[in-house]
């Protein structure tokens, strides 16, 4: 009878750890994302650096900071991306009576678009650091 019980008792402890075993996980693991961003060698001081993946939709963006750093906060998923940096504007219309802000016009152009950026990158596992210097 103790035997039985035993038996039973090892199946029971079985059937629940049982469902624990296999994959981990099926969430795709991100990497840390980070850079420069120059215009003519000199720091971009605004805007947005977005990556766009065209073969799976991914993509991800990032503010430029001081120094022209940036930095993407929830990371981006491995593959190859291309490119944009766009100017940031602002998403509260101005007060009455002020002009609203400007936008850095200073990022030339092609730089704002996916047809038209020749900048790209290749996020690969771990961590990645990327310059791009605007012309």
Known sequence: MVSFRFGILAIAIGL?????CGETSTIPKTVEVAGT???NSEPLTEGMVNFSS??????ANAKIGPGGRFLF???VLPGSY?????PVGSDTPPAPGFAPPTLNLEIPT????????DLKATVAPG??????DLK
Do not use: W
């Open 16 to 20: 629940f750890t049982l469902p624990g």
């Open 37 to 39: 961003v120059t215009l």
């Open 54 to 59: 065209s073969s799976t939709g991914d993509a």
């Open 73 to 75: 906060g929830n990371g």
């Open 82 to 86: 291309r490119v944009t940096i766009t």
């Open 110 to 117: 092609k730089y704002n678009d996916l047809a038209t950026t």
């Open 127 to 132: 961590s990645d650091e990327f310059t791009f």
